[in-house]
């Protein structure tokens, strides 16, 4: 009998964004199930709770069955990783600096943890643009977002800069 392919995608998703969901759906056709890991951003200061981002990713990913959200909090991603039984670690990425970022973290888990796999999924086209920073910059200036979030996520980020 095979083991189960679960994978992990840690991230502090705030907010999540339609590249992040469509890492999401890529994630969950290749393993058996993948839990969305909600993360603090220690060099960060995170606009939502980690509930309300666990909230607004499981808003969104109630159709993929193999796929779960969990909030993480103050512990290190190959900690919960082995807990989860995770062989994987799942990232996106966007570009050439995500991947050079992405490439450094992915040696230091593997130093920490030699039996976990990270894997690089590329982000479709429409996506390479978007990342959470830019997302809350362009709303703090009452920039329309509504291309790059889920609609949940839009009103809210409306709400947080009226």
């Known amino acids: 009998m095979n083991k189960k392919r679960v994978a992990l ?18 994630a969950s056709k290749l393993f058996d199930e993948v839990v969305v890991g909600v993360f603090t951003n ?32 103050n512990d290190l991603t190959i900690r919960i990783a082995n807990e989860l039984g995770a062989d994987y670690l799942v990232r996106g990425i966007r570009n050439q600096l995500d991947y050079e ?18 894997i690089f999924l590329l982000s479709d086209e429409q996506y390479n643009h978007i990342s959470s920073s830019m997302v809350k910059e362009i709303a703090k200036f009452k920039g329309d977002v509504s291309d790059f979030v ?12 009226k």
């Open 150 to 161: 889920p609609e949940t996520v839009n009103e809210e980020l409306q709400l947080k800069f």
């Open 101 to 118: 970022y992405e490439k450094s973290i992915a040696v230091l888990n593997k130093h920490l943890s030699s039996n976990i796999e990270t």
């Open 42 to 73: 220690t060099t960060k200061r995170n606009l939502f709770t980690a509930i309300e981002r666990k909230q607004f990713i499981e808003d969104e990913i109630h159709s993929l069955a193999n796929v779960s959200v969990r909030v993480c909090d």
């Open 9 to 26: 995608f840690p991230g502090s998703f705030d907010p999540v964004t339609k590249g992040h969901l469509n890492t999401i759906q890529k």
